[in-house]
């Protein structure tokens, strides 16, 4: 059933005639790497008891970052020349770690929790773009355009699995396993905010575009049965994508 739904989005996504409605639009790729982590009540309190645990140590449990990986699709559709609408469907692996540094008395322990997810986000961006006359045009009259934008909008992430657990000791494996159908959510709510710039060339139908966003989560992705409410993943990302469309002022 989620397959099915992710499907839909796709095909809708690059295959909606969007171009004879739009004044400018681009459908495209777009993959890159982050740092994804956990945060919320529930979580700080797995953090606390870690600590608790270890405290004669003088040690803390507590965030590990963990790198993540994303790739997926986005179509722009821009609606007038400072506002466009973004709807994207993102692949991501990703999840969160957490442990013990390195100390006196301890080894450098992390554990991970990792799961894979498609990101399907609706994006309302605020752009400003801008010609620039190269110094050595290859053809008369030819220009050179960027635009940058800020945005912000909400989202759903469908998990694909159940997820895997696993720990370090000295960055070596200790142990990894999959985990039980009851431990994650199917799908959880997002939002993101970011910023990005797009460039092209004033005769080509194609540009590249770079983003930097803050995907936060807003529910929390732990099934009922864990009894962890406010356990959200996050996720800071840097994707870098191609897309074919038309540039500012189609």
């Given at each position: 059933m989620v397959l099915r739904k992710i499907t839909i989005v796709l095909f809708a996504i690059l295959f909606i005639p969007v171009s004879a409605f739009c004044l400018d639009y681009g459908i495209g790729v777009k993959g890159g790497v982050g740092f994804s982590f956990f945060r919320g009540d529930d979580y700080q309190a797995l953090l606390d008891f870690g600590t608790t645990?270890?405290?004669p140590y003088g040690t803390y449990f507590r965030t590990r970052f963990m790198l993540s990986y994303s790739a997926g699709v986005f179509a722009e559709l821009g609606l007038l020349d400072f506002f466009s609408i973004q709807p994207e469907a993102i692949f991501t692996f990703g999840g969160g770690?957490?442990?013990y540094p390195e100390n006196y008395s301890l080894y450098d322990y992390?554990?991970?929790?990792k799961m894979t997810y498609v990101e399907l986000p609706a994006l309302v961006k605020i752009r400003y773009a801008r010609r620039?006359?190269?110094?050595?045009?290859?053809?008369?009259g030819s220009f050179e355009w960027i635009r940058c934008s800020i945005y912000a909008g909400p989202g759903i992430a469908f998990l694909l699995g159940d997820g895997k657990?696993?720990?370090?000791v000295d960055r070596e494996e200790y142990m990894s396993a999959e985990l039980p159908p009851n431990?994650?959510?199917d799908f959880y709510y997002f939002l993101i905010f970011g910023a990005g710039v797009d460039i092209g060339r004033g005769n080509s139908r194609t540009y590249t575009t770079v983003d930097l966003r803050y995907h936060?989560?807003?529910?929390s992705?732990?099934?009922p049965d864990m009894d962890a409410e406010d356990f959200q993943a996050n996720n800071i990302q840097l994707l870098i994508g191609f897309a074919i469309g038309s540039g500012p002022g189609k």
């Open positions: 645990a270890v405290e770690a957490y442990g992390k554990e991970y929790l620039i006359k190269p110094r050595y045009a290859r053809k008369r657990a696993m720990s370090k431990y994650f959510k936060m989560g807003w529910s992705i732990m099934h």
